[in-house]
């Protein structure tokens, strides 16, 4: 059974910075892509950023290409989301996923297990 952990949010003021971090159970934790994703009050959930098994490609929403770093250790079961310059329209319950396959995608259909959520709030 896989288990996905989020910790590291809370209330930021605009410009501030976060580090969300993600904690998998399983010994197959590196055998696969990773992604954040975020839902905003009345907003569907929607990609935020993705990385392939090894950690060599990202991709990244545009909304936070620049602003945000999704990053990964296959050694200790983790992957990590550094969010810098943050805007209240960051505010939203973001979520860790974790795919069936080892390039990173940003199609929410191919994340087969999720976490919890974790609130970030962003005040202007």
């Known amino acids: 059974q896989v288990q996905l952990v989020e910790s590291g949010g809370g209330l930021v003021q605009a410009g501030g910075s976060l580090r969300l971090s993600c904690a998998a159970s399983?010994?197959?934790?590196?055998?696969?892509?990773m992604a954040w994703f975020r839902q905003a009050p009345g907003k569907e959930r929607e990609f935020v950023a993705t990385?392939?098994?090894?950690?060599?490609?990202?991709y990244y929403a545009d909304s936070v290409k620049g602003r945000f770093t999704i990053s990964r250790d296959n050694a200790k079961n983790t992957v990590h989301l550094q969010m810098e310059s943050l805007k209240p329209e960051d505010t939203a319950v973001y979520y860790c996923?974790?795919?069936?396959?080892?390039?990173?995608?940003?199609?929410?259909?191919?994340?087969?297990?999720w976490g919890q959520g974790i609130q970030v709030t962003v005040s202007s």
């Open positions: 996923a974790r795919s069936n396959l080892t390039a990173a995608t940003t199609s929410e259909g191919r994340y087969a297990y």
């Open positions: 399983g010994r197959t934790f590196s055998t696969y892509a």
């Open positions: 990385i392939s098994w090894r950690g060599r490609t990202t």
